[in-house]
């Protein structure tokens, strides 16, 4: 299985809409692209469906969209730090850093990996890092060294 996140799934000081339904499509497009998703549509429907049910924006600055979905070939990670933030819903304003994770139907991988994001997010150096990471591969390197093995 390929690695969760790789540099083609990242992109940073990007502008990719100004609502989160426009986040969360370009991402999925952006999974669609390293070859992860043969239905993007479908990974767009199942994320927007999850977002409605509950809000994905933390505080911080942060938001991590997430669906188990039939759209994707392989689980993936991909990841935004959006320039300008968007608002994900989090009571102290928009999200700059943005990570969709998107996992197969029974893959039971996805909650361990959301809580364990969740947790590293809150980390001040952590999220600072993330935010002067100065290519895809540094954000990439960075979160693979945080999260372990992915």
């Given amino acids: 299985m390929p690695d ?7 992109r940073l000081d990007a502008d990719l809409g100004g609502d989160k339904h426009a986040v ?15 239905d993007v549509d479908r990974v767009v429907a199942d994320a927007w469906a999850r977002e409605e049910t509950s809000a994905t924006g933390l505080p911080g600055g942060i938001a991590i969209p997430h669906c188990r979905t039939v ?6 990670l991909a990841f935004a730090r959006l320039s300008p933030g968007v608002d994900f819903g989090a009571a102290d304003g928009p999200a700059d850093l943005v990570f969709l994770l998107v996992g197969t139907l029974g893959d ?5 990996l959301l809580t364990q994001l969740a947790r590293a997010l809150v980390k001040p150096a952590f999220t600072q ?9 540094d954000a990439r390197d960075l979160v693979a060294d945080t999260l372990g093995t992915l």
């Fill in 4 to 10: 969760l996140i790789t540099a083609e799934l990242i």
């Fill in 24 to 38: 969360i499509r370009s991402l999925a497009t952006t999974v669609g692209e390293a070859g992860r998703a043969h």
């Fill in 71 to 76: 759209g994707i070939d392989e689980p993936a």
């Fill in 108 to 112: 039971d991988r996805h909650l361990r």
């Fill in 129 to 137: 890092a993330l935010r002067e990471a100065a290519s895809p591969t």
